[in-house]
Nanobody, 114 residues
Framework: QVHLMESGGGLVQPGGSLRLSCAAS????????MGWFRQAPGKQRELVAV???????NYADSVKGRFTISRDNAKNTVYLQMNNLKPEDTAVYYC????????WGRGTQVTVSS
């Protein structure tokens, strides 16, 4: 079992920044890939960014150049640095871990509004 705890969401003005954190606990040795997904009201959940255990990353086109995913293996934590936020980034952001099974955090709300 893997437990994921997100933090760092909130309300920010357009152009602002936020950093999300996802702390993993439990059977973390089994995790291959970690990432962030988001779901806006009335829309399907979509991939934002992923990072492999080797450090390779991949981003959705809509966030390339603005968001950065990183990991601190010593702290078993993955981060999502979000810069130049736009109103369309408003969503609930979910941390995801892939091992033998898929694990999800409970989500953290990000609202971009003036």
């Amino acid at each position: 079992q893997v437990h994921l705890m997100e933090s760092g969401g909130g309300l920010v003005q357009p152009g602002g920044s936020l950093r999300l954190s996802c702390a993993a606990s439990g059977s973390i040795f089994s995790i291959n890939v970690m990432g962030w997904f988001r779901q806006a009201p009335g829309k399907q959940r979509e991939l934002v960014a992923v990072i492999t255990s080797a450090g390779s990353t991949n981003y959705a086109d809509s966030v390339k150049g603005r968001f950065t995913i990183s990991r601190d293996n010593a702290k078993n934590t993955v981060y999502l640095q979000m810069n130049n936020l736009k109103p369309e980034d408003t969503a609930v952001y979910y941390c995801h871990a892939q091992s033998i099974s898929n694990y999800w955090g409970r989500g953290t709300q990000v609202t971009v509004s003036s």
